[in-house]
């Protein structure tokens, strides 16, 4: 082989980083590119709060901007941050969390990198629902796990059961289970009592639970249930992005078992050293902002009703329930059976963006779509006048 094919070859992607895109960076690239082109676009397409960050997170910010150096904090967070997660727990679930079993992270994708590398081996099966966030069986793969899909139906209400996974665990045992309420993209959520069952469920088969809760506090119909109300074994993941209107400020945290703690430390320390001081400092500002966080989750629930009502009047009507979170996952399946061609068409003739269930869902995400309503109610009642000019 000549220097230069040398050369090639050792630049190529190991195995570990040849990841699957997100299908929506697609839809997000057109829908620019239309706008470029001075055309009217409505996003619908990325989960993200269309409001900004509440006035009194940004002013402590640069407050703090302002007074003095902005350096590294301990790996597991700022002591006054951590203590206050453990207050929002006491708070809001009546569960008492020890400050030293919560870390600060770089949003939930940090938490997510941090759990599994503490939690499993690599060729350790770990168990997800589909439909479910993408980013999952990514960084689970890229991390040398093997992902196992537990296909999802209306019958449990898209969430998955004890009877589901003692019958996945019998066909070949698992290691791990992730779970999400409120979900992504469904925005489905388990009752409180579902949840207590399934925590109970994977300890009796010794499975390890993963409780991703990063869209707690936007629910609808019922109450937000953490899985530490049900056991102290479990790790819980959550962030500061969609409830605190927070994305760009890349923070989050976790609470682990005891036993996990110094291994999350150690890992954090050597990953990411720790999480932005800055964003730290304004997270602690969030929990002082619940007025206006609730005004902005006020807009979602009217957005919520606007979607609920359009939808089906413009021929989307097999819709997912919608208990909280930010999405309506619609049914496509009577319109086609390829939802990207779908997406594309969609934003070329309507100019209404959003994402194909292909990114969520590898058994039925060909006949689906989900509509994020983050954004504002105007723009909510313009996509749904366009959608029944479009499909009528």
């Known amino acids: 082989m000549s220097r230069e094919g040398i050369a090639r070859s050792l630049l190529t992607p190991a195995r570990r980083g040849s990841v699957a ?47 003095g150096q902005i350096g590294y904090t301990l790996a597991l967070g700022m002591p006054e941050l951590r203590r206050r997660i453990a207050r929002y727990y006491a708070d809001i679930h009546g569960v008492a969390v020890p400050i030293e079993r919560i870390a600060v992270t770089m949003g939930s994708s940090s938490a997510f990198i941090l759990s ?34 537990i296909e999802t139906t209306a019958a449990t209400r898209y969430a998955i059961t004890p009877a589901m996974l003692a019958a ?28 207590k069952a399934l925590v109970a469920a994977a300890r009796d088969l010794g499975i390890r639970f993963i409780s991703d809760e990063i869209y707690h506090g936007l629910s609808y119909d019922m109450p937000c249930a953490t899985a530490l109300e049900s056991a102290d074994d479990v790790v819980v993941i959550n962030s500061f992005s969609k409830y605190y209107c927070m994305t760009g400020w890349r923070i989050g945290w976790m609470v682990v078992p005891e036993s996990l703690v110094r291994a999350v430390e150690c890992l954090a320390q050597n990953l990411f050293i720790s999480a932005p001081k800055l964003s730290q400092i304004a997270a602690l500002a969030a929990f002082e902002a619940t007025d206006a966080l609730e005004a902005i989750k006020a807009g979602y629930a009217a957005n919520r009703a606007v979607l609920l009502d359009g939808l089906p009047k413009a021929g989307l009507d097999r819709l997912l329930p919608v208990d909280g979170a930010f999405y309506v996952y619609a049914d496509i399946g009577h319109l086609t059976n390829d939802s990207m061609d779908f997406a594309r068409r969609m934003l070329a003739e309507a100019g209404v963006a ?39």
Request: proline letters at 7%; aromatic letters at 8%; a negative charge.
């Open 21 to 67: 895109p997100f299908l929506v960076m697609d839809v997000m690239t057109a829908a620019a590119r239309a706008e470029a082109e001075g055309r009217s676009i409505i996003h619908m397409e990325v989960g993200e709060p269309g409001a900004a960050t509440p006035a009194t997170i940004r002013e402590a910010a640069a407050r703090a901007l302002m007074d």
């Open 116 to 149: 599994f590398l503490a939690l499993f081996e690599a060729g350790d099966r770990v168990a997800i629902a589909s439909p479910g966030y993408p980013a999952y069986k990514n960084i689970l793969e890229a991390l040398g796990c093997e992902v196992v899909f």
């Open 168 to 195: 996945e665990h019998a066909k070949k045992p698992l290691n791990g289970l992730l779970v999400a309420s409120p979900a992504n993209p469904t925005g489905t959520m388990m009752t409180p009592d579902a949840l």
């Open 354 to 392: 959003a994402t194909p269930g292909l990114d969520f869902d590898p058994f039925g995400g060909q006949h689906a779509i989900r509509f994020s309503f983050a954004g504002s109610t105007s723009d909510m009642e313009e996509a749904m006048r366009r959608l029944a000019g479009w499909l009528k």
